[in-house]
């Protein structure tokens, strides 16, 4: 499996000091909620705590409704969204959308979210470039991903997308939910349209992979889009179900990008997407176990098995997903098909939500176990210094 450098560099000296009791501080670990850029640390004595054990004792500083909260990236309003759902909930993620008060980005607010936190929180946004661009008034513009491709070599690619990262980096962003690898021939202004580098997977793939060196180099995380593919879909998830090709059809083309990127390190982001030949009628890939199994395994689209973090496409403003359950439901029915982290664009349902999965918890209905996994999984993608 592919790493990048500093994972190799860093995973060391995070390990020993977590398990010697260290706060996570100190020279070479990532600044809370952020993974590290480039550089290396010198070697410590060896552990003397198992990996077993210090996992343990990173989950064993929350209760059972924190553990579910890091499993949430919300949107928030601005700065005062923000402080409320960290400091009253711990959820794991915020998410800086278009509606966003970007002055959390610029004035120095951030910091108050940030500490407010138990453990580093993600920041999230979407940054594609073109129509899909939240931070467009801060950073600057960009072309769309076909545009891209039709107008710069990936070396040009990827020092454009340097700066961009090392730029949102700068305002506190922490995670991309990018680079966008559907394989598409609609039209420009269709849902995904010149969201994708091309319609020819190896394109797409080479973009792609420039995108996501660029923004591991400067230290953030990325997030492969949409699994299992949405570049062919009947309409747009956003405004009610989709199916897309059957299953052995994405597999010599959707899927070529996820079996060529699985191993980049990046986390995945599955869509409200309906697979003949793979989901249950009306349970889209985001609820799905069965798709959730593909990814997981790999074997069924001929990729490496992936035990990184899965994302929900969000829950709360795509009728795709909301025609069929409330907010509270499709969190549940995400988690216990096997995802890790239920984003949606808004916090006024936490509350509920959180109530919802301790219920599920104690019914049974969403094994402790399974939560647990899944803490680890936030926790490995945050690069957050534990011992395991």
Known sequence: MRKLPFVLLAVLAMILTACAGGDGGGTGTPTPGERSPEGGTSAAPAPTTTPEDCAAEYLGQFTTREKLAQLLTVGVTGTEDALSVVRDHQVGGIFVGSWTDLSILTSGELEQVRAAAKVPLMVTTDEEGGRVSRLASLIGTAPSARETAETMTPDQFYNATLDRARAMR????TVDFAPDIDVSSQPDDSVIGDRSFSDDPAVVTEY???YIRAMHEVGLGTVL?????HGAGTGDSHLGAVEVAPLEQLVARDLVPFRELIDSDSAVMVGHLDVPGLTTPGVPASISPEVMSLLREGSGYGAAPFDGVIFTDDLSGMAAITDRMSIPEAVEATLVA?????LWISTDAVGQVLDHLEEAVA???LPMDRVDESVLRMADYKQIPRAC
């Open 170 to 173: 700068d305002l506190g962003i």
């Open 208 to 210: 792609a992979d420039a």
């Open 225 to 229: 889009k949409h699994f299992p593919g």
């Open 338 to 342: 096997g995802a890790d982290n239920a």
């Open 363 to 365: 019914a049974g209905r």
